[in-house]
């Protein structure tokens, strides 16, 4: 090769290559993966269940510690316990900050009345930071996202149907969050138990108008819809946790052993927990992070907006202003009652929004 292609060929090789705005999307990916990626997951159920255990087994991972009671001299966990254990998850260059929101103890107490509060209040908590952040005065480029992406609801194993109080649950979370539902240590029941008990919370789901992700949508392509259908027909995921390995045909695999055999957590034939870390990393984790933007987020931004503008508009003066007042954000808003806004900088979004 002569000294004269060496030095045109540069020049030639810009000048000559792919020109097309399909490249948006390396674009679009080299700045996202430059950004990194939130992605926040809720556990909820009774102590025992195993739920920091599932959370490490799906990300392969020793991520949060056990907060059950583990003698009988301990004191019980309260509800409104609730810690948050953040990671940094890489993986092929793709980096992933995943929160933890553990809520140890859901339903253990003697008088379980209202136990969900703290848990609903934390999740309407992080929309209000969120929502404060995007109505200052000079935003941040980037917001941080501590909202709620994913619940995941764990039902205990009795194979006969939901306890009341899950049904009370359910309703609640289904309205602020995206719930998934999992049947906990699934290798307590047999397969037939298992089926009947699915059954029972499908139609009891049924039966009182629960809402699961995910959601029907007709922006959805065929492709799309057949892959949600048949998540929804898998619903509740029948799953088993694992953090250690057991030996089969000389292999390690992650599993749970006993007299009677080997539980191996990844083989389907023994449970659905491939499925489910399938569906949580795989194919819906960008969706659930926009689902709680645009379906849970949006009506929870709406409604706070409204209501700070019945609140400060002139016309409600006197009793009304009062009573608009008393039902406004404050109690979203835990330390910020009016958002630290005016009303004429409140106006325009408010009516917008309208």
């Known amino acids: 090769m002569s000294s004269s292609s060496l030095i045109t060929e540069p020049s030639s090789t810009s000048l000559e290559g ?42 392969a991972s020793h991520l949060i510690e056990s907060k059950a009671r583990l003698a009988s001299d301990e004191p ?52 209000s930071a969120y929502l404060r952040k995007e109505l200052t005065a000079t935003r941040d480029r980037y917001i941080q996202d501590s909202r709620v992406h994913c619940c995941l609801f764990f039902i205990t194993p009795t194979g006969h149907a939901l306890k009341p109080i899950d049904v009370v649950v359910l309703k609640k979370l289904s309205e602020v969050v995206n719930v998934v539902p999992v049947i906990a240590k699934s290798d307590s029941l047999t397969i037939e138990e298992r089926h009947a008990f699915k059954q029972r919370i499908k139609s009891e789901l049924i039966f009182h108008n629960i809402k699961l992700y995910p959601y029907e949508s007709d922006e959805d392509d065929e492709q799309e819809q057949a892959l949600n259908e048949s998540i929804r027909e898998l619903l509740p995921f029948a799953i088993v946790g694992s953090e250690r390995n057991v030996t089969i045909d000389g292999k390690p695999v992650r599993g749970r052993k006993n007299r009677y055999g080997v539980i191996n957590v990844e ?5 659905e927990f491939i499925y489910l870390r399938n569906f949580l990393t795989r194919t819906h984790l960008q969706d659930l992070i926009e689902t709680t933007a645009q379906i849970h987020y949006e009506a929870f931004r709406a ?31 835990p330390s910020s009652p009016a958002v630290g806004v005016s009303p004429t900088t409140m106006g325009s979004p408010a009516q917008s929004n309208k």
């Open 76 to 127: 019980p966990r309260q509800t409104t316990e609730i810690q948050t254990v953040s990671h940094l998850i890489e993986e092929n260059g793709v980096r992933l900050r995943l929160n933890i929101v553990d809520t140890p103890g859901y339903g253990d107490q003697v008088n379980n009345e209202n136990c969900w509060e703290p848990i609903i209040k934390y999740i309407k908590d992080q929309h």
């Open 267 to 271: 083989n389907e034939e023994h449970c």
């Open 18 to 59: 792919y020109v097309g705005f399909d490249t948006i999307t390396q674009q679009i990916e080299k700045k996202l993966l430059k950004r990194g990626f939130h992605f926040n997951v809720m556990v909820v159920g009774q102590s025992g269940l195993g739920k920091s255990t599932l959370v490490n087994t799906i990300f």
């Open 303 to 333: 409604k706070q907006l409204l209501a700070i503008k019945e609140s400060t508009s002139p016309s409600g003066a006197g009793t009304s202003t009062q009573s608009s007042a008393a039902n406004s954000p404050q109690e979203n808003f």
